[in-house]
């Protein structure tokens, strides 16, 4: 391996702050999907990087990554279905208008 | 040391990423949402995992993002090109993203991730299937029933009530 275990988890960490960011300025359903695909990856690139940086060979990472991609596309699915159902509602996708559950 | 490769990879994701999020366009912030997971898959394959990077590919670049190109042609015009954020919110959120990654960077800096080092073989992706079909074989089968699931349940919700239907058409 010509790359440390600390260039990878640091990749992790720049990925990790961009999806905070998104998640926390924009308005967008949509962006807001696109912030959390972006800490699912930051997560999986970190179980990936452990993996290979343990001291035997382990495949456990590997499988747990796969797991996680699976578990993460039917969230994905749902949560577009989500957004068109509240498009259909509201005719918007800001979230700041989704507002029927507030009371 | 880092090498090229690595570097253009992390240029590539990082960036990619903040495209995603800044972009005006929903339709090539999703372009670029594409980079970041190719950029992912391609750090996976310099991590050894062939298997796990060309599933990401598959699932992610191929299938979530197509679908998430999809949706954003289901959405009005001039929902797409506008942007919903306010700038005070920004600057604060600027303000989290740097905390967030200062803190966690330093942490992980200080702490023992730095000198560990790895002689080991990389692991045969056929033990991955054999793991898979012997020691996780119930995990894999929740797996797939909640697979099912989701996409069920995402049919029944994003199906059209002939209400619906009738009142769009008098529109």
Known sequence: M???????????IALLGIGIYGLSVKRNAIR????????????????????????????GGQTFALFSIAIAAAE???????????????????IADFRSLKG | MAD?????????????????LELRSLIYGSIALMGTL?????????????????????VYVGSIAVLILF???????????????????KLAGIGLMLITMVALGAIILDSGVKTITTDS???????IGVDFLTYYWPALIAMALILAGSVIG???LARREDTIEDDQRTD
């Open chain 2, 154 to 156: 995402a049919l029944v």
């Open chain 1, 32 to 59: 807001m999907l696109f912030a959390i695909e972006i800490i699912v990856n930051a997560a999986n690139l970190n179980l990936i990087a452990f993996a290979r940086f343990m001291p035997e060979a382990h495949s």
């Open chain 2, 38 to 58: 190719g950029g992912i898959a391609g750090f996976f394959i310099l991590l050894d995992s062939p298997f796990v990077a060309m599933f990401q590919i598959a």
């Open chain 2, 71 to 89: 949706t954003v042609m289901l959405v009005k015009r001039e929902l797409i090109f506008k942007k919903i954020e306010d700038p005070k919110r």
């Open chain 2, 121 to 127: 073989e990389a692991v045969d992706f056929r033990d």
């Open chain 1, 2 to 12: 010509t790359n440390e275990l600390i260039e990878f988890v640091l990749v992790s």
């Open chain 2, 4 to 20: 090229a490769l690595f570097l253009a990879l992390s240029v590539l994701t990082i960036g990619a990423a903040i495209a995603a």
């Open chain 1, 76 to 94: 994905v699915a749902v949560g577009l279905s989500l957004i068109i159902v509240a498009y259909r509602l509201y005719k918007n996708i800001d």
